[in-house]
């Protein structure tokens, strides 16, 4: 049972250089979440897909796109890296839209942008 | 400003002690308040969920309280285990918020032999 996985587990990219980060969950959730977390600071939410097709901004989006391919599957792309955006990614689910689940994490993305 | 705020930021016990993290909030209109465990190098995984009905939830060594009174959670650690080493992390709903979720800074506990 995977739950949600998150590739790569580290990249290093030169600003200005374009990436995206995949994340897969099997559970069979509705919605999905990119999160980044920074030293000293709580998780931050960049961007969240409701349910299928829709997709919202979080706290913190700019620079960031991301795409619901599926049910499974939630990608965020970088199309050109700033230093500022060096953090670690973590991919979530949960059942419905979050109120009353827990949402479910991957392990991460360990991003540095040199 | 909806806020969450933990302490202590850090703390050390030697393994089979109790101990006892803090979290304030100051979300509001309050809809539930979670705590999760993020261990190093992986993602939080959650511990429990209270809505602002329940008080206590247990899980296993883990006792959360909620009063959402004075807008103040407790995560009690019973019988610390080297494998309880770990960042604490408090987190609140916001109603008007839906998806969104407010995190805390965390604690790190470290249990030493």
């Known amino acids: 049972n995977a739950g949600v996985t998150q590739t790569p587990k580290f990249q290093v990219l030169k600003t200005g250089q374009s990436m995206t980060l995949q994340c897969a969950q099997d559970?069979?959730?509705?919605?999905m979440y990119w999160y980044r977390q920074d030293p000293g600071m709580g998780l931050r939410l960049i961007y969240y897909?409701?349910?299928?097709?829709?997709?919202d901004k979080g706290e913190v989006p700019n620079g960031y796109n991301v795409s619901r391919l599926n049910k499974r599957e939630f990608s965020l792309r970088l199309e050109s890296a700033a230093p500022s955006q060096t953090s670690v990614y973590f991919c979530?689910?949960?059942?419905?839209?979050?109120?009353?689940?827990?949402?479910?994490f991957g392990d991460g993305t360990r991003l540095s942008i040199l | 400003k909806n806020q969450v705020e933990q302490s202590p930021q850090s703390l050390i016990i030697l393994e089979g002690k109790n101990c006892t993290l803090q979290?304030?909030?100051?979300?509001?209109?309050?809809?539930?308040l979670r705590w999760y465990k993020q261990d190093t190098g992986r993602g939080p995984v959650s511990l429990t969920i209270?809505?602002?009905?329940?008080n206590t939830k247990s899980n296993g060594r883990y006792t959360a309280t909620l009063d959402a009174d004075t807008k103040q959670s407790s995560l009690h650690i019973t019988a610390s285990q080297l494998s309880d080493s770990a960042s604490y992390i408090c987190?609140?709903?916001?109603?008007?918020?839906?998806?969104?979720?407010?995190f805390g800074k965390g604690t790190t506990l470290s249990v030493s032999s």
């Open positions: 979530a689910s949960s059942p419905l839209g979050g109120y009353y689940q827990p949402q479910h």
């Open positions: 559970m069979n959730h509705n919605s």
């Open positions: 897909s409701a349910s299928e097709g829709t997709t």
């Open positions: 979290c304030n909030y100051t979300v509001s209109p309050f809809s539930n």
């Open positions: 209270m809505t602002f009905s329940e």
């Open positions: 987190v609140v709903s916001a109603e008007q918020a839906g998806t969104a979720l407010i």
